[in-house]
C-alpha cells in the first residue's frame, strides 16, 4: 500500500508524523491539512487498536511510535548537577513529556479502553476548508466518543 510523501524525506515526513501522532494522542485531536491527517488516521488507528491489547510487547511498539528510537532519552543530564531534588524531578518529568514515555501511559490507560468494545474506526475526519495564504485543503481528525 502506498504511502503519501507530503513531500518531504523520509525522515522528516517520520518526525512529522510522530509530533503529530504525539499531539493527537495527548489532546485528543489535531488541525493540520488533509493529506496529513489522512495519513495520521493510519497510524493513529493502529496505536488505538495496539493500545487496547494492554501487554509489554504492545506497549513496546506503541513507544517505538510515539517515543521513537532516541539514545538522548539513556544519556546522563549534564543539567542535572548542582540541582535541588525538586528542581531534578521537574526536569525529569518535562523530559519524560518530551519523550513521549507519558504520552504511552495515557495511550493505554485512558485513550485505548474507551473503545474496547469497538471492532474500528476511532477517528473521526472532517475537513474544514481552505487555509489562508496558501490554499492548502485543511481538516481535523478527532476521536469519536
Known sequence: ????????????RMALL??????FVRHGYVH?????AKELRRIVEKLITTGKEDTLAARRQARKILVGHSKSST???????G????????MLRERSLINGEDLVAHLFDNVAPRYK???GGYTRLTKTGTR??????????????
Open 32 to 36: 493540520t491539512t488533509e493529506g496529513r
Open 75 to 81: 544519556k546522563p543530564v549534564k543539567a542535572l548537577a
Open 18 to 23: 510522530t509530533n503529530l501522532a504525539r499531539q
Open 117 to 119: 468494545d469497538r471492532p
Open 132 to 145: 489562508r495564504g496558501d490554499a492548502a485543503m485543511t481538516a481535523v481528525l478527532e476521536l469519536v466518543d
Open 1 to 12: 500500500m502506498d504511502r503519501r510523501k507530503l513531500g518531504l524525506p523520509h525522515d522528516q
Open 83 to 90: 540541582k535541588t531534588d525538586l528542581e531534578k524531578l521537574q
